[in-house]
């Protein structure tokens, strides 16, 4: 039978080397990349190629380069946790927003239990995917050391703790943290309570270090009474909020570890009749739609989640492309942005 494609089919490896005069192989090695190709062949085959709009087939190509085109983005947080946290949406744009100029495919997993993470360590295990980008991790989370065991390139945005072995991109949560209290210091707040974020993730603890060293930096000693504890949720910010009212009424200003716990805060406070700024001021983490929208709107610090996007990708496509780069750890800046809470 002839190497030539039937009407409608899509042309195949065999076709582009009867019409560039070469062995099959040849074509394979010129498409691929791969060296050990004359000139005269390779131009010959990319000639052809042209002529006969080949497109190689991922699948066979991926049997020659044993690469996918394709990356992971893990989310190990439910569903209404990705909905609510404008966090994650603005990562998940600069990570697509990075992949644009690729060819890449991208892969949103989320792993919500054992049975998920199971499922997970199977596909990866696989090697269906040439990386992972790891999102929201916790100080006792499997994934990053089970993905470093098999292999995998992988880049978290984010870190376990700050002697996080693998490449990781977070914002300057500490320095923000503190450049916050250090405002609320300096506009003559005097109770400054803090609602945290799940001290498991280095996010939250890194927050809350910040709140103490500016009060340190002011020869103020922390009142640990001041902290409550939440789960960077909007139920939870109000649940902590109404949990420090409570031990300390005389408290005069919040700062919260993110602005869907400030969000929270504000109404707790309006329900017991505290105005805001007059008798508490509220600062919040993240600087998204959220501030903008709050009554009144949220002074807050700004974290680049979108470049956070952007960047752990490039590190991971430098990865694959090069697994034996050393790791590299960044710490993005962050801004505070005044608005009417302070």
């Given at each position: 039978m002839s190497s030539r494609n039937r009407?409608?089919?899509?042309?195949t490896l065999e076709a582009v080397a009867q019409r560039a005069g070469v062995g099959r192989g040849t074509v394979s090695r010129v498409v691929n990349g791969a060296p050990g190709v004359s000139a005269k062949a390779r131009a010959a085959v990319?000639?052809?190629v042209a002529e006969l709009n080949y497109v190689p087939n991922p699948a066979a190509r991926s049997l020659v380069t044993s690469r996918t085109d394709s990356i992971a983005l893990v989310i190990p947080e439910s569903e209404s946790r990705l909905a609510s946290e404008p966090y994650f949406s603005a990562v998940i744009r600069g990570v697509s927003t990075e992949l644009a100029e690729t060819d890449m495919q991208l892969l949103l997993i989320l792993v919500r239990d054992e049975r998920e993470l199971r499922?997970?360590?199977?596909?990866?295990?696989?090697?269906?995917?040439?990386?992972?980008?790891?999102?929201?991790v916790r100080q006792d989370d499997p994934l990053p050391a089970l993905?470093?065991?098999?292999?995998?390139?992988?880049v978290l945005a984010g870190r376990r703790t700050p002697v996080e072995p693998l490449s990781h991109v977070h914002a300057d949560n500490l320095g923000g943290a503190a450049g916050a209290v250090r405002h609320l210091l300096d506009r003559g707040r005097t109770a400054i309570a803090t609602i945290t974020g799940p001290l498991d993730m280095d996010v939250g603890h890194s927050r809350l270090q910040g709140w103490r060293d500016a009060h340190v930096e002011r020869l103020v000693r922390p009142d640990e009474s001041l902290v409550a504890n939440a789960d960077f949720t909007e139920e939870g910010g109000r649940a902590a909020m109404r949990d420090l009212l409570g031990r300390r009424p005389d408290l005069d200003a919040v700062f919260a570890a993110s602005d869907v716990m400030a969000a929270g805060a504000l109404t707790e406070l309006r329900e017991h009749g505290r105005r805001v700024p007059e008798d508490v001021a509220v600062i919040g983490f993240d600087d998204s739609i959220v501030a903008r929208h709050t009554v009144p709107p949220l002074t807050s610090v700004g974290q680049p989640s979108e470049d956070i996007g952007r960047t752990i990708t490039r590190l991971l496509l430098d990865e694959i492309k090069d697994p034996a780069l050393p790791r590299r750890h960044l710490t993005l800046p962050t801004t505070l942005t005044c608005r009417e809470t302070t």
């Open positions: 009407p409608g089919r899509p042309p990319e000639a052809a499922r997970l360590t199977r596909f990866v295990g696989a090697h269906r995917v040439d990386g992972v980008l790891l999102v929201s993905l470093e065991e098999l292999r995998i390139p992988t």
